[in-house]
């Protein structure tokens, strides 16, 4: 799998313009990072029939890539796919139950998006994350 280039001081980082939205959708609930220029950078989907949570990065790479989750206890590389949807987005997607995400809910503050190609976003642990988490797990 490739990584994405590391960033040792992340955690140091400014965090990226922006703020949280929490939304109720009809197959589960979603939480998007709206960016400075008003669109969703980063989105958290719930699949409530899959048990599932869908990692969306806006933006767009023709080569097979990872997105690289970084938090306070850990990292782990994601395979990403080219979403099959009219905006550009990544999407990787994680079992509702994956340690990870609770570790990008509990992670000081802040866990790091670093996707191949891409600037790497510095996002706040805000309770919209956890929501859509645990909405998520039932």
């Given amino acids: 799998m490739l990584q994405a280039v590391p960033n040792d001081n992340w955690i140091n980082a400014a965090i990226t313009p922006g703020d949280w939205r929490y939304e109720a959708g009809a197959a589960g609930p979603l939480a998007v990072f709206v960016g400075a220029g008003g669109k969703g950078d980063f989105v958290m989907t719930c699949n409530r029939a899959a048990r599932t949570i869908d990692l969306w990065r806006a933006g ?51 866990f790091a998006i670093e996707t191949e190609g891409l600037p790497p976003l510095y996002l706040p642990s805000w309770a919209e994350v956890t929501r859509v988490i645990e909405d998520c797990r039932g």
């Fill in 60 to 110: 767009t790479n023709p080569a097979p890539l990872a997105m690289t989750i970084r938090t306070e206890t850990g990292t782990r590389s994601l395979a990403v796919v080219q979403a099959e949807d009219t905006n550009p987005y990544l999407t990787a997607s994680l079992l509702a139950s994956d340690p990870l995400l609770d570790a990008m809910a509990l992670s000081k503050g802040r």
